[in-house]
Every structure is written in structure tokens, then in C-alpha cells.
Nanobody
Framework: QERLVESGGGSVQAGGSLTLSCSAS????????MAWFRQAPGKEREGVAR????????YYEPSVEGRFIIVRDSRKNTVFLQMNSVKAEDSAMYLC????????????????WGQGTQVTVSS
């Protein structure tokens, strides 16, 4: 059974950096789009960054544009999220997801999810 496992979360001070990893049990090539979402307590799950392997294109939400970078390493079946200049509002559970279809902001379009890794930013 295919699965995704996130790691790299933890506590970081505002302005600092953190890199999250998402390792796949099977080849990430099975999924056209690999994405990172986040969910803070009491809030809806929201997309953060997505990589479309067909167009080799990255999408970022405005709130993280210029600060976060998504990197897909197909040889290692791993997707990374490099988080720079983090802010208190970046605190959330971060989850990676994959879909065989095109990238989407909608959570229901994704076929496989990890369990998440917690990121806490202190000011």
C-alpha cells in the first residue's frame, strides 16, 4: 500500500528556517502533482505549495510566495518544503499529498495523504 511520511517539523523562531520532507513508499512518479498543505487548529486545510511534473512547474499560495520552496527529488521519492523567513502564522500541521491528476487547491482532488508533521513558530 502506498503511503507518504512527513518529517522535519518542530519549533523554530520567527525569521528562521525549516525544511520538511515527505517520503513516499512507492515512486512519486506515480503522482503527477505532489503538494504541501497545512492546517492550523480551528482552520480549514489550505494548500501551500504544489509541483506539477508534467509542466515542471511550481505553484505557491500568496502567503508563502518568495519564502517557501517546494523541491521534488524523484530519485529519492521525496518531496521537500523549504520554509524560510517563517512567521507565527505559519504554525500548523503540514501534510503532503499526491494526485495523478493536475495540481489543484482542492483537498478532495488528492488521492494519497501523509499523517503530517507539526511546525510551531515562536515570535
Amino acid at each position: 500500500q502506498e503511503r507518504l511520511v512527513e518529517s522535519g517539523g518542530g519549533s523554530v523562531q520567527a525569521g528562521g528556517s525549516l525544511t520538511l520532507s515527505c517520503s513516499a513508499s512507492e515512486s512519486t512518479a506515480n503522482y503527477r502533482c505532489m503538494a504541501w498543505f497545512r492546517q492550523a487548529p480551528g482552520k480549514e486545510r489550505e494548500g501551500v505549495a504544489r509541483h506539477d511534473s508534467v509542466f515542471n512547474f511550481d505553484y505557491y499560495e500568496p502567503s508563502v510566495e518568495g519564502r517557501f520552496i517546494i523541491v521534488r527529488d524523484s530519485r529519492k521519492n521525496t518531496v521537500f518544503l523549504q520554509m524560510n523567513s517563517v512567521k507565527a502564522e505559519d504554525s500548523a500541521m503540514y501534510l503532503c499529498a499526491g494526485t495523478r491528476g493536475p495540481c489543484s487547491k482542492a483537498t478532495w482532488d488528492y488521492e494519497i495523504w501523509g499523517q503530517g508533521t507539526q511546525v510551531t513558530v515562536s515570535s
